[in-house]
């Protein structure tokens, strides 16, 4: 019991240092740093170019799947190098889950694929629309 209490208290020694380590750079960047605000460095800077514009504009949604999906793949390619790195000592069975692992990441590939969040460009359905009937015409 005493064994598990001190390592509960190790965690939250390190907790608690890594919280006043950080509030303490705060604080001293806060201290030491140059505070003479004037209108030019408070204005809106973007890439070296004046701003044009709303900086309240819409985003393309795809741009953020496309960075999601690629997380999402980047990191479960992450996880076969430990098992590359023990294979031989693993045998047919670590092979056998490594395929097993490789066509889930597979079938999510092309379930991203055939739903079209890879596409960069959708074309716009032409969706035909009704023509117009005047009703003055009707009256004659």
Wanted: net charge negative; with cysteine; aromatic share 16%.
């Amino acid at each position: 019991m005493d064994q598990t209490l001190s390592d509960f208290g190790t965690v939250f020694v390190f907790l608690l240092l890594g919280i006043i380590f950080v509030i303490g750079g705060y604080l001293t960047a806060r201290l030491l740093r140059p505070s003479r605000p004037n209108p030019e460095k408070l204005a809106i800077y973007e890439c070296g170019e004046e701003a044009v514009g709303s900086a309240w504009i819409k985003f393309n949604i795809r741009f953020y799947v496309v960075a999601l999906i690629f997380i999402i793949f980047d990191v479960e390619v992450v996880f076969l190098f430990p098992w590359a790195t023990v294979f031989k000592q693993l045998g047919g069975f670590a092979l056998i889950e490594a395929l097993v692992f490789a066509g889930i990441l597979i079938i999510g590939l092309v379930y991203a694929w055939v739903k079209g969040d890879l596409d960069w460009v959708r074309p716009t359905p032409n969706v035909p629309t009704m023509p117009v009937i005047d009703e003055n015409e009707n009256d004659r």
